[in-house]
């Protein structure tokens, strides 16, 4: 168990809908990332928040957005669903650190589909 | 071309076989991770390399990083069917800190 905790794990919708998928980063850690692993892309970086504030965009969709909140769990919302959007996203979390780089536990997963 | 490329891309063994996964990048890496996945199932952190000539182990698996060549490779000992799995490597390339690039993985399957 990393520590990271995501829900909903399993997730169905139809197309053109809108999803939210949560996240609770370690305890502690104050940098979320979000990232969206599929057959053909891979495991690819989306976002990543520090402390409230984002702090890097990847290859995020503009129909894709997140935020975290004071409590510093995330929320990555996914609108106007296509059935490319199926896949199973992940959320990671570190820590800082002065120095080096810092270690990035993920959670489980939530897995999408779109019909 | 990919910026991270992993080798091979699936490796059939016998239990207690020994065996290496090798990761390459196109670019200069700050640190590289390894990671284990179940299919469908969450990343678990296995180490994190950072400096050129790193070497970390933990139990039967052993990473190295040779910074010079942009390469990391994963070794594993006396393979046992608990290894079984996909390996991925995440390379941090200089962007912000956890904007980490994939490798395509490595299935790996040990066959008793």
């Known amino acids: 168990d990393s520590g990271v905790t995501q829900t909903p794990k399993h997730l169905i919708t139809a197309t053109g809908q809108r999803v939210t998928l949560r996240c609770s980063p370690r305890?502690?850690?104050?940098?979320v990332y979000w990232y969206q692993q599929s057959l053909d892309q891979g495991l690819q970086f989306l976002i990543q928040y520090y402390n409230g504030e984002e702090r890097a965009k990847g290859n995020i969709l503009e129909r894709f957005s997140a935020q975290q909140f004071p409590d510093l769990h995330s929320e990555l919302n996914l609108s106007s669903l296509e059935l490319g959007d199926s896949a199973l996203y992940f959320c990671a979390s570190s820590i800082p650190r002065t120095t080096g780089r810092n270690t990035i536990y993920f959670g489980e997963g939530s897995w999408l589909t779109v019909v | 071309s990919q910026e991270l490329e992993q080798s091979p891309q699936s490796l059939i063994v016998q239990e207690g076989k020994n065996l290496t996964i090798n990761c390459t990048s196109s670019?200069?890496?700050?640190?590289l991770y390894w990671y284990k996945q179940k299919y469908g199932e969450g990343l678990i952190f296995l180490m994190m390399l950072q400096k050129g000539g790193e070497e970390k182990s933990h139990e039967k698996i052993t990473a190295k990083l040779d910074e010079k060549k942009q390469q990391s490779s994963l070794h594993i000992t006396a393979s046992q069917p608990s290894h079984a799995g996909i390996y991925l490597c995440?390379?941090?390339?200089?962007?912000?800190?956890?904007?980490?690039?994939f490798g395509k993985g490595t299935k790996l399957s040990v066959k008793p």
């Open positions: 995440g390379a941090d390339m200089g962007g912000s800190q956890g904007n980490l690039i």
């Open positions: 305890s502690g850690d104050l940098s």
């Open positions: 670019k200069t890496l700050y640190g």
